[in-house]
């Protein structure tokens, strides 16, 4: 497929990732070929979220070869949201993509997401079919429920990690959770603001290699904690 190189839009892509150390050089190297196809001012983020495997070391590898990648690691495990709130810090460009590392998603699909860019200051993808199992699917879908009830959110995927922002909307935003709640605080203050949001259909891949920790109680907990929190400051 040919894609038209945007030379008026400039995006960091960053990727959160805990203990993806089968997946994160698969994911740079067709980040690396892609990227440069739609876009001539980009930079690569690897936000490794305290990996106990080789996730840092790999990706290190990479930018120690392209100067276009850099590596923000946490010493400890932090959390989802808090990798994301260091993606978005460290982050330079006039554009702010992100996806997580464990290639559920087709980074060539970002061109899906670029024409609405002009009109929008958020676009996010929206997983046709997800390929989760059952369990974390009600969990989700119970959870978007909860978010329309108590902020009147209206949208297709809550979490899929497939977004872009304006990066002067997303970095005007105080972003506080640590947790999964990371992507409703996102819309939902988006939302709160008046920003324009956009949804695009993608696809979404089993994971292949590594663990999924969205289901862990204790992933669980924090989400519940963050919404509690985030409920009583919009109330």
């Known amino acids: 497929m040919n894609h038209q190189v945007m030379n008026n839009i400039s995006i960091s ?7 993806e150390g089968r997946n994160i050089g698969k994911l740079l190297t067709n980040t690396l070929n892609f990227i440069p196809k739609i876009c001539s001012d980009f930079e690569v983020i690897v936000v490794d979220d305290g990996s106990r495997d080789d ?3 790999i990706a290190h590898i990479f930018s120690q070869k392209d100067p ?7 010493g400890r495990n932090k959390g989802y949201g808090f990798a994301l709130r260091t993606g978005i810090e460290n982050s330079n460009k006039n554009y702010i993509f992100f996806t997580d590392g464990d290639n559920q998603f087709d980074i060539t699909e970002l061109a899906k997401l670029l024409p609405h860019l002009q009109d929008f200051d958020i676009v996010a993808g929206f997983r046709i079919k997800r390929k989760d199992n059952l369990v974390r699917r009600l969990n989700a879908k119970s959870f978007k429920i909860l978010i329309q009830i108590l902020f009147g959110l209206k949208i297709t995927d809550l979490n899929c990690a497939f977004k872009i922002f304006k990066s002067k909307s997303v970095k005007n935003m105080e972003l506080k959770s640590s947790g999964a709640m990371i992507n409703a605080e996102i819309l939902i203050r988006a939302m709160k603001k008046g920003y324009k949001m956009k949804e695009v259909g993608i696809n979404h891949y089993p994971r292949q290699w590594g663990t999924q920790t969205g289901g862990n109680l204790r992933v669980i907990i924090r989400a519940f904690r963050d919404l509690y929190k985030m409920r009583k400051e919009l109330k």
């Not at 892509?13 to 203990?19: A, G, K, R, T, W």
């Not at 276009?68 to 946490?74: F, G, L, N, T």
């Open 13 to 19: 892509v960053f990727f959160p990732c805990y203990n």
């Open 68 to 74: 276009r990648v850099k590596v923000v690691s946490h």
């Open 55 to 57: 996730t840092a070391e």
